[in-house]
């Protein structure tokens, strides 16, 4: 019974630790199919994603605190710390972001061709926290 507890409790830290199931909400334009793709990466990754269509998504990342030379083409905040997350930043990232609630965001600037959405994963994509420090490579 011990043992059931002890492996219990490890397995729903490490599910907290993670962001197993956290919520997002991304707004999106609605006419973009990679934003969709990077939505359905998120679902993929266990998170629980709100896309919401925005008509000014530039008055959405200034609201957001978006770095202006940071931008990308969706902007999402986790729903339960307010951590943004902008363009086409990979699942293992985000998990990372929500583990360091010091960091206020994290970006893949732009739109990369080797980011979920875009294109495959190959190990050089390098998301950066919105004082510009490299911060996941992916």
């Known amino acids: ?7 219990a409790l490890l397995a729903a830290a490490y599910g907290a630790a993670y962001g197993a199931g956290e919520a997002i909400t991304v707004y999106k334009d609605k006419h973009c199919g990679c934003c969709e793709g990077w939505v359905d990466h998120l679902r993929a990754s266990g998170f629980q994603v ?3 269509n925005a008509d000014d998504m530039f008055a959405v990342k200034k609201r957001l605190g978006v770095p202006e030379s940071m931008g990308s083409c969706h902007t999402a905040v986790v729903d339960k710390s ?3 997350i902008e363009g086409h930043v990979p699942a293992n990232a985000i998990n990372k972001l929500i583990a360091r609630r010091d960091v ?8 990369p061709i080797n980011s979920p959405g875009m294109g495959k994963l190959d190990g050089t994509l390098i998301t950066y926290d919105f004082a510009g420090r490299s911060f996941s490579r992916d």
């Open 82 to 84: 307010g951590q943004v």
């Open 50 to 52: 709100k896309a919401i």
């Open 104 to 111: 206020k965001g994290v970006t893949a600037p732009g739109m």
């Open 1 to 7: 019974m011990k043992k059931w507890m002890l492996t």
